[in-house]
C-alpha cells in the first residue's frame, strides 16, 4: 500500500508521500516519450486529443517521472491496474461518451514490455479495464486501445465461471485466454437476532389467535412495531396488519432464511472444504434435481487443482480445454473449472424454455399493474445484458415479444427464424410498448438480436386487431418530432425507434461514476444528463449508433414500466454497481423525463425454471438482510481480511448508488441498521479491531459515504449519529491516514461539514479538529477553504458547459462500421423500412469499429506480470 496503488490526480499531497519510498518505480517522461512516438499515429492523435501531449499530464506524474506503482516478488511484479481517468477530470466525465487511456495508463503497459520485458501476464480478477478500452467490437486493428496495450505478450486470465458475457468480451478483445474459476462457497442465508424474533413473534401471534388468546392483540401490536422498526414495512408495502399482510412478512422471511449468500471469497486455486464444501454440494442439489451429490462433490473438488494445474499450462504455452461456464447452482455442467469458457448459440436465443418463462415473467408485469392502477402498463422499458442472455437463454428477450404480442418460431434445430404475430383474439389485452436497453457488451455480442428485437418491433407496430399502444405511441411521437422541425419522412422513421444504447466505442453509461463522484453534483438532474449523453444512441431502423439524443428522450416520456433480471445466485444488486447503473440510471431517467416514478422492477430467475417479478425494494430490502446485515454473512468476509473488508465497504458504495438512482428504495431504517451493524457492532462482531487491524480505509469510506448521505439529505439521521459518525470518520483520518477515494479526501464539500460536527462541544477537542483538518489539506496539497472554493467553481463550470459540450457532441453522429451498416441494409427490417429513406454508407476509422460492455464494473483488477514456467500459488479474488 505503500507504493503499490494508484493515486488520484487530486491528492497531490500523498502521492509526493509515495514518491518518498525506496522502491518506489519511476519512469522518466523523456523515455515514455520515445516509446510513445512508437506508436501508431491514428492511437496517438486521439489520446493526445482527450488527454494533451505527455508533458501535460498530471496523473501520476511526479517531477517529470511517471510513477509505476508495483511490487517485485522475484521475476514476478505486481501492479494495480492503472486508473482510468474520470475521476482525474470531471469534464470528460460528464462530457465524454468515449475515453482512451491516459499517459500514464499507456506508460504503465509499455513498461511492462521493455523494461520489466515480461514473457506472460496475467490479468487477475474479473474484470479489467483494457479490454473495454475504445476500438473495434471484435478483429480489432492495431490501433485499438486494447491491442497497442497489450502488444505481444501473452494475456491469461482466471474469471469466474459465473460471467461468460464478460468474459467473452476479455477473450474477444483482449486477447485473454480465460481460466475459469469457482463462485465462493455459498450458504443459506437463516434468520438471525430480530428476524428470528420477529419470525417466532408471528408464529406466537398466530397461536393466540387459534386459542382465541386475550394477548394476541398485544403480540400484534409488538409485531406491527418490529416491522416498522426493520423498515419491512415499506419494502413490503404493509399499510395494514391483518392476516394477509403477517402472511405476507412470513414468507419474506422464509426467502431471508433460505436464500443463499456467499460466504467468504474463492481463492484461486483451492477448492471449498469442510463445512464451506458441504453447504455449497446441498445448494448446487437442492436447485439441480438431477445432480448427483457424488458427481458435484467431484466437480467441486476438482476445481481447484485445475485452476492452478491450467494456469501454469497457459504459461508453458499449452492448450487451454474449452466448456461450458454459467452459474454452478443453475448449471452444474459449469464444474469442473479451470476451463476456457465459451457462450450460448445466439441463433437459438430464445430457446423454448426460456419463451415460457419470459412470457410468465411479462403476464406478472401486465398482472401487477392491473392490480395496483387498474390499468395495463403503457411502455415497459426492459434492460438487456449479455451476462444474462447467455444465462437465462433469453427469458428477457422473451418477455419483450410476449409484451408485443408476438412469439417466436424455430426451425427443427432449434434456431429462432423470426416471429409470428399472437392474435387480438387470443391475447385479449393491448399490445404494449417497450423500450429496449442493452448494454454496449450486449450490442457487441448480440447484433443479430438487435436486428431481430427491431423487426419484431416495427411487426407489432402495424397490427391493427386491437388496441395497438407501440402504434399509438409512435403516432404521439411523430408528432411532437414534426411540430419540431423534422420532416415528416424522416419523423416517421425517427419515431419506430425503440432501442438504445452507448455509442459504439463507448462502455458504461456514467451512472456509477457519476454516483460515486458525489461531490461534483448537487442535483441528480445532473446524472441524467450524463446517463442520457451515454445511452441516447440508436439502434433499429437503419441506424447503427447514431445519436439520438432526442428521440430517446421522447420514449424515457411514455415509460411507466422499468425491469430487468437477476439469474444468478451469486450476484445480485448490491454486489456490483452495473444493477444500479442500468436499473438505477433507467428509472432516475424516466422519472425526469415523464415526471413520474416508474414501477422499478426485477425479474428473479435463479430457480431454474421459475420466474418471479418483484419491485426493487423488496430485491435490495432481502440481499440486505440475507447478506450485509448477516452475522454469517459478515464472519465469511472477515476471514478474507484485507479484501473482505473491501467487500463490507463496496456494498455500502452500491447502496448509495440505488439511493441516488431509486431514492424509494432504500429508506432511513436500511442506513440506520448499516449504521448499528457496522459502526455501532451491535452483535458483537469486534467489527472495530477488525477494521483497524486489516483494512482501516474500508472503515473510513464506509463512515464517509453515510456522512455523505446525510450532507445530500437522503438520510436524515438523529444528531446522535451524526456526531457519532463524523467522530469516527475524523478519528480514523488522523490514525490512519486518508483514504483519499472521491467520496473521503476529494470531497472538501463533506469535509467542512464533518469539521463543523467535531467542533461542537464535547466531540473532540480543537487540537483533534486541527489533526483532522492538516491530514486532509497536506493530502489535498491546500488549505480546505480553497478546496471549498475551488469545488464550487468546478460544478459551476461543468453545469454551464453542459449545453454547450451537449450541442457540439450533437454534430459528431457515430459512423457504422461498413460490414454492419452493410449487413443492416441488405436484411432491413420488416414493414419498417420507409421507401425512399437514402441509407448512406459512411466509412468508419478503424480503430472505432462498433463496440461497447454491458455491466461495465470499472473496478482496479490486478495484473500479475510472471516469466514463463513460474510456479505461481493461489491469490484470492471475487468480482472486482
Keep these: 500500500l505503500k507504493y503499490g496503488r494508484n493515486i488520484g490526480s487530486w491528492a497531490p499531497g500523498e502521492l509526493k508521500k509515495m514518491v518518498r519510498e525506496d522502491r518506489i518505480i519511476k519512469l522518466p517522461v523523456r523515455t515514455y516519450q520515445q516509446w510513445f512516438a512508437g506508436l501508431p499515429e491514428k492511437f496517438r492523435k486521439n489520446v493526445i486529443k482527450q488527454w494533451g501531449k505527455v508533458e501535460d499530464s498530471t496523473i501520476m506524474i511526479k517531477d517529470k517521472d511517471f ?3 508495483a511490487i517485485y516478488l522475484g521475476n ?39 523494461v520489466f520485458k515480461a514473457d506472460a501476464m496475467i490479468h487477475l480478477g474479473t474484470h479489467a479495464t483494457h479490454e473495454w478500452l475504445p476500438g473495434k467490437q471484435a478483429g480489432l486493428s492495431p490501433t485499438c486501445p486494447p491491442e497497442v496495450l497489450v502488444t505481444d505478450i501473452p494475456n491469461i486470465y482466471p474469471y469466474i465461471v459465473d460471467d461468460v458475457g464478460e468474459g467473452i468480451q476479455a477473450k474477444r478483445r483482449g486477447r485473454g485466454v480465460i481460466i475459469d474459476h469457482l463462485i465462493p462457497p455459498v450458504k443459506e442465508g437463516g434468520l438471525y437476532h430480530e428476524y428470528s424474533r420477529l419470525y417466532d413473534m408471528i408464529n406466537s401471534y398466530n397461536r393466540s389467535i387459534a386459542v382465541g388468546s386475550k394477548t394476541a392483540a398485544d403480540k400484534l401490536k409488538k ?5 416498522t422498526k426493520l423498515g419491512l414495512d415499506r419494502d413490503l408495502g404493509i399499510a395494514r396488519y391483518n392476516h394477509d399482510s403477517l402472511e405476507k412478512i412470513e414468507h419474506y422471511l422464509l426467502e431471508i432464511r433460505e436464500n443463499f449468500m456467499p460466504y467468504g471469497l474463492h481463492t484461486f486455486g483451492v477448492s471449498p472444504d469442510g463445512e464451506a464444501l458441504e453447504d455449497t454440494i446441498k445448494a448446487i442439489v437442492m436447485r439441480n434435481k438431477q445432480a448427483k451429490e457424488k458427481d458435484v462433490n467431484k466437480g467441486l473438488m476438482d476445481s481447484g487443482p485445475r485452476e492452478i494445474d491450467h494456469l501454469i499450462k497457459a504459461l508453458n504455452g499449452g492448450y487451454i480445454p474449452s466448456g461450458e461456464g454459467n452459474d454452478p447452482i443453475r448449471n452444474i455442467s459449469a464444474i469442473p473449472t479451470g476451463k476456457n469458457f465459451y457462450g450460448y448459440n445466439p441463433d437459438k436465443i430464445p430457446s423454448p424454455a426460456a419463451w415460457n418463462l419470459g412470457k410468465e415473467a411479462a403476464e406478472q408485469i401486465i398482472q401487477k399493474s392491473l392490480k395496483e392502477k387498474e390499468r395495463y402498463p403503457e411502455k415497459v422499458a426492459v434492460v438487456l445484458w449479455a451476462t444474462e442472455t447467455i444465462r437465462n437463454e433469453g427469458i428477457n428477450e422473451s418477455t419483450v415479444l410476449y409484451l408485443m404480442g408476438l412469439k417466436p418460431v424455430w426451425d427443427k434445430s432449434g434456431r429462432v427464424t423470426g416471429t409470428d404475430v399472437i392474435p387480438g383474439r387470443t391475447l385479449k389485452r393491448p399490445r404494449i410498448d417497450v423500450l429496449i436497453n442493452p448494454s454496449g457488451l450486449y450490442r457487441d455480442l448480440f447484433p443479430n438480436m438487435l436486428l431481430f428485437l427491431d423487426k419484431a418491433v416495427q411487426k407489432a407496430a402495424v397490427q391493427t386487431d386491437i388496441e395497438n399502444l407501440i402504434s399509438g405511441h409512435n403516432a404521439e411521437i411523430k408528432a411532437r418530432l ?8 424522416k419523423a416517421d422513421i425517427l419515431s419506430r425507434i425503440r432501442i438504445f444504447s452507448e455509442r459504439p466505442g463507448s462502455y458504461g453509461n456514467g451512472v456509477s461514476e457519476m454516483a460515486g463522484a458525489s461531490s461534483l453534483w448537487e442535483s441528480d438532474d445532473e446524472i441524467v444528463k450524463v446517463y442520457e449523453n451515454r445511452t441516447g444512441f440508436a439502434f433499429g431502423q437503419g441506424k447503427w449508433g447514431e445519436e439520438a439524443k432526442e428521440i430517446f428522450k421522447e420514449n424515457l416520456k411514455g415509460v411507466d414500466v422499468v425491469t430487468h433480471s437477476i439469474s444468478s445466485n451469486i ?38 425454471n421459475q420466474v418471479k417479478v418483484e419491485d426493487i425494494a423488496r430485491t435490495i430490502g432481502r440481499e440486505l438482510r440475507t447478506r450485509y446485515l448477516n452475522p454469517k454473512w459478515i464472519e465469511g468476509m472477515k476471514k478474507e481480511k484485507y479484501a473482505g473488508a473491501r467487500e463490507m465497504e463496496k456494498f455500502v458504495e452500491y447502496m448509495w448508488g440505488w439511493q441516488v ?8 431504517a436500511k442506513w440506520e441498521q448499516t449504521y448499528e451493524v457496522y459502526v455501532e457492532d451491535k452483535y458483537g462482531m469486534e467489527l472495530k479491531k477488525f477494521f483497524n487491524r486489516e483494512n482501516p480505509w474500508a472503515y473510513q469510506s464506509i463512515a464517509a459515504r453515510m456522512l455523505e448521505a446525510v450532507r445530500k439529505d437522503y438520510w436524515k439521521p438523529s444528531e446522535k449519529i451524526k456526531r457519532k459518525l463524523a467522530a469516527e470518520y475524523a478519528l480514523n483520518v488522523i490514525e490512519k491516514g486518508v483514504a483519499c477515494c472521491h467520496h473521503t479526501c476529494n470531497n472538501p464539500l463533506l469535509n467542512q461539514m464533518v469539521v463543523n460536527i467535531i467542533s461542537l462541544p464535547g ?11 492538516i491530514a486532509i489539506e497536506q493530502a489535498m496539497g491546500k488549505a480546505l477553504a480553497e478546496q471549498i472554493k475551488s469545488r464550487k467553481e468546478l460544478q459551476k463550470k461543468l453545469n454551464e458547459g453542459f ?39 459512411v466509412k468508419s476509422k478503424d480503430e472505432t469499429t462498433d463496440i461497447s460492455s454491458s455491466g461495465v464494473q470499472w473496478f482496479a483488477s490486478l495484473f500479475v506480470i510472471l516469466i514463463i514456467g513460474l510456479a505461481i500459488y493461489g491469490a484470492k479474488r471475487h468480482r472486482g
Excluded: C
Excluded at 447503473?581 to 414501477?599: M, N, W
Excluded at 466531540?763 to 483538518?773: D, G, L, T, Y
Excluded at 457532441?809 to 460490414?819: C, E, F, L, T
Design 67 to 69: 510513477i509505476i506503482p
Design 76 to 114: 514476478v511484479v505486481i501492479m494495480p491496474e492503472p486508473t482510468r481517468g474520470w475521476g482525474d477530470d470531471p469534464m470528460k466525465l460528464y462530457h465524454s461518451p468515449t475515453l482512451y487511456p491516459h499517459h500514464q495508463y499507456i506508460a504503465a503497459y509499455l513498461w511492462i514490455k521493455y
Design 223 to 227: 409485531i406491527e412495531d418490529m416491522v
Design 482 to 489: 414534426v411540430k419540431s422541425g423534422i420532416n415528416q419522412r
Design 571 to 608: 450476484y445480485g444488486t448490491m454486489d456490483n454497481d452495473d444493477m444500479f447503473q442500468f436499473l438505477g440510471g433507467l428509472s432516475l431517467a424516466v422519472k425526469k423525463e415523464s415526471g413520474e416514478t416508474p414501477d422499478t422492477l426485477i425479474t428473479m430467475q435463479r430457480i431454474p
Design 661 to 668: 438512482t431509486t431514492p424509494f428504495a432504500i429508506d432511513k
Design 763 to 773: 466531540i473532540m477537542s480543537p487540537e483533534m479538529v486541527e489533526k483532522f483538518k
Design 803 to 841: 449545453t454547450k459540450k451537449l450541442q457540439l457532441a450533437d454534430k459528431n453522429v457515430s459512423k457504422a462500421d461498413p460490414g454492419q451498416q452493410k449487413q443492416i441494409s441488405k436484411e432491413g427490417t420488416e414493414l419498417e423500412m420507409v421507401e425512399g429513406f437514402k441509407m448512406e454508407e
